[in-house]
């Protein structure tokens, strides 16, 4: 395995990233005094995302309260992330949506879990959460 390193460390110093991702690939032969080394390289995921284990139909419902409890354009996104803060709510903004929500969904939440509830994604999750409960 040391013949390994010291044959490919000239070679492959140049791609640090792609040896990195191959290294678990990395397959090694030998014909007399030579070594060769051979791997496969897979692209790297474009960017990340974000799943919510909420149904995307109460995260628009979810949505659409939170516009019109804060008085949003429909230019301002809204996904499962983003925080009542960073859309400006303060407190008393966080109750009135968790009063509207409560009234679109016809369920009642327990002051402790609304007072947790700080994205979109927590509070879709909680209505559902909540739905069942209900059912």
Do not use: W
């Amino acid at each position: 395995m040391a013949s390994i390193a010291a044959s490919s460390s000239t070679s492959l110093q140049a791609r640090p990233r792609q040896l990195v991702i191959a290294a678990n690939q990395v397959r090694c032969f030998s014909y007399g005094r030579r070594s060769h080394l051979s791997f496969n390289l897979r692209q790297l995921p474009t960017r990340l995302s974000v799943s919510c284990a909420a149904k995307p139909e109460t995260v628009d419902k979810v949505c659409a309260v939170v516009r019109k409890q804060l008085s949003l354009k429909e230019a301002d996104e809204i996904t499962a992330a983003t925080k009542f803060a960073a859309l400006g709510a303060d407190s008393l903004d966080t109750v009135e949506i968790v009063m509207g929500l409560e009234e679109e969904f016809g369920i009642e939440m327990a002051e402790e879990k609304a007072q947790s509830i700080a994205t979109v994604e927590q509070a879709a999750e909680l209505i559902e959460e909540l739905l069942l409960e209900k059912a």
